[in-house]
């Protein structure tokens, strides 16, 4: 038996707008892959035949691999082409099956799509999908157990994407994954429903196997999960724990490119730990904001306690010596037309040399959708849209091409000054959008 997996093809931002190429010093900005093919094809039986496909380098002239099951991971914005896909191989009798995020949270639509769907965590009914396949027994629907225990799973196969690289596309980075789950609720983000509101977290031989893989291999590791284990004191222990094992590890020097975390974890933290990350190797934070109460009161109401929290926040990363990337999000409620201003002064002020833009996206399953579908505010279903470079819902306090136009100049005028930017910088791109 033969499965190919596909990871759809979607649009990034410079895909959508063009033109931000010519404002933006960047090399590669289309970013290493999901972990969720990686996931499923390491638990896929040993005498079964895979092979990977990424569906953004292939040659549109080019067919199909053959196979006897064609698998694809899906989130909102590949939805528009999986679809695609999924309809051109039933089309000619070959059987599709689809998870991820998307399909989990929307079924019946991805059912119009697949011959089967995984709902859930993939990785603990994957092997009963495969069995079913090569029974020629496919159910429509696979339900994954919500908070199924991390423990006994082999770290992903990334070895499928390397095979997929060339010399226009080479990412430096992977994903690593230390734990699953998250106990918040953010308005914009579904991963409690799909992961489970409870963290769980990955075996040490799996960190240590996978942290093998990023050495061998010269890669570096995105640590971008969710950041909520930083709240809790036990899961805390536990991170600080991982931290010494990358100062100790004995395979080599293990390097990451970045870990994600947001605003109030910074402030929150003591110094001896943000010294401890430091140590560790971990140069740059992934600063997402947006979704926690300092960047939404400091950028959408310009609230002078809550920006100078925020300057606090970027002065605490620059003393510690790691560089704060700033992800600003535009379009939350709370957002009026200054928000645009607000954030471009902000980064003179605090001398960000990187940063990046993202309008607010209600994606399916998140309470965003929830409350904005109740208010009939959505515009546009276009999941390809659903990239957080295009304006799909009504704002509340300003007009969607105010929302867009707002959102392009923030690309433009942020990097006018800072041409200077080198393209490439220890080793690292230094955008990916």
């Known amino acids: 038996m033969k499965i190919l997996f596909i990871y759809p093809g979607f649009e990034r931002h410079a895909q959508a707008h063009p033109e931000l190429l010519q404002w933006v010093p960047c090399d590669e900005y289309l970013g290493p892959p999901s972990l969720g093919i990686a996931d499923v094809a390491a638990v896929t039986p040993k005498d079964v035949e895979v092979a990977y496909v990424d569906d953004r380098l292939r040659d549109s002239s080019a067919g199909w691999p053959e196979a006897d099951l064609y698998a694809m991971s899906v989130f909102t914005p590949a939805a528009t082409r999986a679809f695609a896909i999924g309809d051109e191989l039933r089309a000619r009798g070959a059987r599709v099956v689809m998870g991820g995020v998307f ?19 993939g990785e603990a009914v994957w092997p009963e999908v495969v069995a079913d396949a090569r029974a020629g027994a496919l159910r429509p629907r696979y339900q994954s157990p919500i908070g199924a225990p991390l423990g006994e799973l082999p770290p992903p196969r990334l070895d499928l994407y390397l095979g997929a690289e060339n010399d226009r596309f080479r990412p430096d980075d992977y994903p690593f994954q230390t734990h699953r789950g998250c106990p918040l609720a953010c308005d914009a ?20 196997r996978t942290a093998d893989f990023f050495v061998q291999h010269g890669k570096l590791a995105s640590l971008t999960e969710d950041t909520s284990f930083l709240f809790m004191s036990g899961a805390r222990r536990r991170f600080r724990q991982f931290l010494r094992f990358l100062r100790e590890y004995k395979g080599g020097t293990f390097r990451a490119s970045y870990i994600g975390i947001s605003m109030p974890l910074v402030e929150s933290l003591e110094d001896e730990f943000l010294t401890e990350v430091r140590q560790s190797g971990i140069d740059r934070f992934y600063l997402v904001g947006g979704f926690d109460p300092i960047t939404r009161a400091a950028f959408g109401q310009g609230d002078p306690a809550a920006m100078a929290k925020a300057e606090g926040v970027i002065r605490r990363c620059h003393e510690h010596d790691i560089e704060p990337y700033t992800s600003f999000l535009v379009g939350n409620d709370g957002d009026d037309e200054g928000v645009f201003d607000r954030m471009l002064a902000f980064g003179d002020r605090t001398k960000l040399e990187k940063a990046e833009f993202a309008i607010a996206t209600p994606y399916p399953g998140t309470p965003m959708w929830t409350r904005l579908v109740a208010e009939e505010r959505i515009i546009d279903r276009t999941w390809k849209h659903y990239n957080d470079a295009n304006v799909v819902f009504r704002p509340a306090r300003m007009s969607p091409d105010q929302l867009q136009g707002g959102y392009l100049r923030l690309w433009r005028e942020f990097y006018a000054p800072r041409q200077h930017i080198a393209q490439l910088e220890h080793g690292r791109r230094t955008i990916q959008f």
């Open 103 to 121: 399909p989990s949270l929307m079924p019946d639509e991805a059912a119009a799509h697949a011959d089967a769907v995984v709902i859930g965590e």
């Open 189 to 208: 983000c579904a991963v409690p429903r799909v992961t489970a509101p409870k963290i769980r977290f990955f075996s040490e031989e799996y960190l240590e």
